[in-house]
């Protein structure tokens, strides 16, 4: 059995054909059901969301929508911005806060979960069920000191940060609705409260098996939750019959490992950050998830940190990929508790270096423009990221224009201060495009279609931002346009295009939400 193509898909956008036939023109009329609210009580709590006073609807994701079955006509329905700002229920569903624990920088945190998310339930669709959850919804018994709220800025952060992913290809929750009241919230400064509702095929974390660490019962529960519903292919084996308990948990590490893997290796490629990857932040899924302080790299530089709350650097963007491991180290050893021998659990943890540098090598292979991957290609990439490095060349730009570097080195060259070296690494480049059958159009054309040339830069999300906390959604609508579509250079919107500008190097992102 090829595990890879026998697992139930995470559904995309509906581009790619996730939308049913037929649309609701009503939330009533989607059919949904509430697997997590089953769970046994101790892994969640029943509660309603804490309204906002007075909410508006920001913007509502039509693509989103779809994806749920839902006309876009029903996004203009009072019902619609009532279950969105939760004032109440999902027809249907069964309203919850889940528990779960996690590893923040590195330390065991003990008890976590949603202290300001609330659950509603979940929608049936052609390609498999979606959770629809609200974050700035509220407190929860998991609040901890939290004021169970999310201010404004960063819930247009985590809407736009989710459809850019989206847009870029790479695995991520979504988000359907944004929703911005006068409701005053209490962080550095005065802001304003705002809720976004994220869809998921699951919003179970690394955190949520932590939780059960030793308590083989509760924890066995969540895993069978887990396989049974996102991945049942991995109950099978060969010969038709069943896969043992210990083995379905072992191919579950495993496929969790992979896709792990493959998301980091995305991040690594676009010069993403995600600022927190605590392990409370991973996603069973290996979706990304949890938009905090994130970044996207305007100016190169290895080490680079998004989130000013992190001042040792453990999530700087060259270790992802090996804080990533960590996280998958702290999942695998909760399933000692099921009896598994560690050396089994080792086993399936080991995969992760292969699945990474396979997938970074083949991101890579295709941002150059190369047919096959070869393993001095590895040189020509460091020499690449230590030219970018040493220059503080803009990551997105960088790969994009060197698709056209045969026609316009001009532009190319432009973005570094010592345009010499650069054009020594460029002459390294074109002695191993040599080699290659590829057509220079086709080649470029291939490049263009992998390498965006829209970002979600800090300064764009900023002043979206700044127009949305005046009223004005065009700004978030533009960014959208671009974003959905990263790799479309589009008339009239060359300025989502730029590099940054120097104030955007003062920008500072941190935990503070
Ligand atoms: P995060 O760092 O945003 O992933 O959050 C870590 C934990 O803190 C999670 O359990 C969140 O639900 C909780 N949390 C973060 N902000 C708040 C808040 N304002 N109110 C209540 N809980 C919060
Ligand atoms: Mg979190």
């Known amino acids: 059995m090829n595990i890879d193509s026998d697992l139930s898909p995470v559904p995309s956008s509906p581009a790619s054909g996730g939308r049913p036939a037929r649309l609701a023109a009503r939330l009533e009329d989607l059919q949904v059901a509430n697997s997590y609210a089953e769970l046994p009580p101790a892994f969640h709590t029943f509660l309603p969301p804490q309204p906002l006073k007075a909410p508006r609807l920001l913007h509502a994701n039509e693509e989103v929508a779809a994806m749920l079955g839902l006309d876009p006509s029903a996004l203009g329905a009072p019902e619609f911005l009532e279950v969105v700002s939760g004032q109440r229920p999902l027809p249907g569903g069964r309203t919850l806060a889940a528990v779960y624990s996690g590893h923040q920088f590195g330390i065991w945190a003990g008890q976590l979960g949603d202290g300001r998310a609330h659950l509603l339930g ?4 052609p390609h498999g069920p979606l959770e629809l959850q609200l974050k700035g919804s509220g407190r929860t018994p998991y609040s901890r000191m939290g004021d169970g709220r999310a201010v404004l800025r960063s819930s247009v952060r985590e809407y736009l940060a989710s459809e850019a992913m989206a847009g870029l290809g790479i695995p991520t929750t979504r988000a359907l609705a944004l929703v911005v009241s006068d409701e005053p919230v209490y962080r550095e400064t005065v ?32 895993t069978d939750y887990v ?3 996102h991945f049942p292919a991995l ?18 590490l495993r496929e969790v490992v992979r896709r792990t893997a493959r998301m980091v290796a995305d991040w690594q490629t676009v010069g993403f950050c995600h600022g ?5 932040n991973m996603s069973i899924l290996g979706l990304t998830i949890d938009y905090g302080p994130y970044g996207f790299m305007d100016r190169f530089q290895a080490n680079h940190v998004c989130n000013h709350s992190d001042t040792h650097g453990r999530y700087a963007w060259n270790v992802q990929p090996a804080v990533a491991h960590w996280n998958l180290y702290r999942l695998g050893s909760v399933f000692l508790a ?3 021998e ?29 047919e096959v991957w070869r393993a001095e290609d590895e040189e020509l990439v460091d020499a690449w990221w230590r030219l970018l490095h040493e220059q503080r060349a803009d990551f997105t730009l960088a790969f994009r224009l060197l698709a056209d570097v045969e026609r316009e080195p001009r532009c190319f060259l432009d973005l570094f201060s010592e345009p010499e070296s650069a054009r020594a690494w460029l002459d390294r480049y074109a002695r191993r495009l040599k080699g290659q059958t590829l057509a220079e159009p086709d080649r470029r054309a291939a490049m263009n279609a992998v390498n965006p040339l829209y970002v979600l830069r800090n300064h764009l999300a900023q002043e979206a931002i700044e127009a949305a906390a005046k009223g004005d959604v065009g700004e978030i609508e533009a960014l959208l346009t671009v974003l959905r579509n990263p790799f479309e250079a589009r008339e009239g919107f060359e300025y989502y295009a730029q590099a940054a500008p120097e104030w955007a190097e003062r920008l500072e992102v941190s935990c503070s939400s």
Do not use: C
Request: hydrophobic share 40%.
């Open 122 to 125: 979940e929608v049936l669709t």
């Open 191 to 222: 802001e304003t409260a705002a809720i976004v509702t994220r869809v998921s095929p699951s919003f179970v974390r690394f955190g949520s098996f932590e939780h059960w660490a030793g308590k083989p019962e509760p924890l066995q529960t969540l």
């Open 227 to 229: 396989i049974d519903r």
């Open 235 to 252: 109950r099978e084996v060969a010969s038709g019959e069943p896969a043992g308990t210990q083995q379905a948990v072992l191919r579950m």
């Open 276 to 280: 927190v990857m605590n392990t409370d």
């Open 338 to 340: 099921l009896g598994i």
């Open 342 to 370: 560690e050396d089994a659990l080792r086993d399936a943890l080991s995969g992760y270096q292969e699945d990474f540098l396979i997938a970074y090598h083949d991101n890579l292979r295709r941002k150059f423009g190369l």
